[in-house]
């Protein structure tokens, strides 16, 4: 079996068809194969190795013993190939036949069905019904405590919520204390996010960057996740931010080659994404934003980022970076969406929200915090 594609001629061509097999060669091995008829080339191709065929397409369009006909028919046959998209990965190759064959289930959708996909959902009372932001509420940054100013606003009209919440784990903040009693602190985060739930549209999605406090023992990303699902919310996964830095020394915690209390170390966070009442999210075509080549490397769901490194700028002890709500909002919303942080902090996701043509609404307790985000906001430049 192969994938056949068939290239056809607008316009008569000089072909140097030997030379071409002599370039090509290194590559048929009854997985590349092509021909050339009249006025078309056929193709067809099992697996290749698509960085090799890469390599020796550019080398011989700057070879100057081919003519410009046949290096033009070389790059139609790439072109051909490159824009496959479906294809399974063994070693250097992309293999473009029966790639997912022996991962196949039987009647998957039925033991689907009988499994019963997300089935902790069943019962929300989540209207259908979508509602416009109040004008008074868009693209602003307002100071307050989240839970009191998203009572204020209607049922199902925010796309996208993305936020870091406090993590509790004692951090200076301007005006909050970050070292509340668990039980507190899980409390009215809750509060805040039965509220975020609240003003979501239906098909809309809350994306939550979480670290949990290790050395306290307190599975907060768990907690989070059972909170959201409990409430209905349709768990859709899970991208673990590698950060590359450790959260302590060997000998900070626990015991040193000892079996006795080994403290685990670690580099990453979570961050934690939910839907309301379906997976699938209304937007007009036009208004996608995100690039194949940013399509393909963000959802596999390990992002390497490196740790904000201007939080000394901006004043604030536990800012994004930027690039990680970059690709939140352009994987998760549509252009012209509604985007809201309930813990909007130095105003990381409502400036990039505002450079990625979304509206936003950024809320935080800290006056201090909220003038940043403003300023920030003033020195974006769309
Ligand atoms: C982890 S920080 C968010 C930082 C933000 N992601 C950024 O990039 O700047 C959490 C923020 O929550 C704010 N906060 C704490 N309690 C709040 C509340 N009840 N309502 C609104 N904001 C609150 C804090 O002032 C702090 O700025």
Redesign the pocket.
């Known amino acids: 079996m192969y994938k056949n594609i068939e290239i056809k001629f607008n316009k008569n061509y000089t072909i140097e068809k030997d030379k071409i097999f002599n370039i090509f060669n290194v590559f048929f091995d009854n997985e590349f194969i092509f021909d050339f008829t009249e006025n078309s080339v056929e193709i067809q191709i099992r697996s290749i190795d698509y960085n090799n065929l890469q390599l020796h397409v550019n080398r011989s369009l700057s070879n100057d013993a081919l003519n410009n006909d046949s290096k033009e028919i070389i790059k139609k046959i790439f072109d051909a190939v490159t824009a496959i998209k479906s294809y399974g990965l063994k070693g250097n190759k992309r293999v473009y036949v029966d790639y997912n064959k022996e991962r196949k289930v039987q009647n998957r959708k039925e033991k689907e069905n009988k499994r019963g996909q997300f089935y902790y959902t069943n019962g929300n009372d989540f209207s259908l019904k979508n509602n416009e932001l109040p004008p008074n509420y868009e693209n602003k940054i307002i100071c307050?405590?989240?839970?009191?100013?998203l009572s204020n606003l209607p049922d199902n009209c925010v796309d996208l919520v993305i936020?870091?919440?406090?993590?509790n784990f004692g951090?200076d903040?301007?005006?909050?204390n970050?070292d509340s009693h668990w039980e507190t602190y899980f409390n009215?985060l809750f509060s805040?996010f039965k509220e975020c739930i609240r003003v979501l549209k239906y098909g809309g999605r809350i994306i939550i960057?979480v670290q949990p406090l290790f050395s306290d023992y307190i599975p907060t990303h768990h907690i989070i996740g059972n909170f959201f699902t409990q409430n209905k919310m349709i768990w859709k996964g899970e991208i673990l931010w590698e950060k590359n830095n450790y959260n302590c020394k060997y000998t900070a915690w626990g015991s040193w080659k000892s079996p006795s209390n080994p403290y685990l170390k670690y580099t990453w966070e979570f961050i934690e994404i939910f839907c309301k009442g379906e997976l699938k999210k209304q937007g007009l075509h036009e208004n996608i934003d995100i690039t194949d080549e940013e399509f393909k490397k963000w959802v596999v769901g390990k992002w390497s980022i490196a740790p904000?490194r201007n939080?000394k700028e901006?004043n604030?002890?536990?800012?994004?970076?930027e690039e990680l709500?970059m690709r939140a909002i352009k994987l998760f919303s549509f252009k012209q969406d509604i985007i809201l942080?309930?813990?909007?902090?130095?105003?990381?996701?409502t400036s990039v929200a505002r450079k990625l043509e979304r509206k936003y609404l950024g809320?935080?307790?800290?006056e201090e915090?909220c003038k940043?985000?403003q300023k920030r906001i003033s020195q974006t430049l769309l």
């Open positions: 307050g405590d989240s839970q009191i100013i936020t870091s919440p406090p993590y951090l903040y301007a005006d909050t970050d009215k805040i960057n904000e939080m901006f604030h002890p536990a800012m994004f970076p709500v942080d309930p813990f909007n902090g130095a105003g990381t996701t809320i935080d307790i800290s915090y940043t985000a």
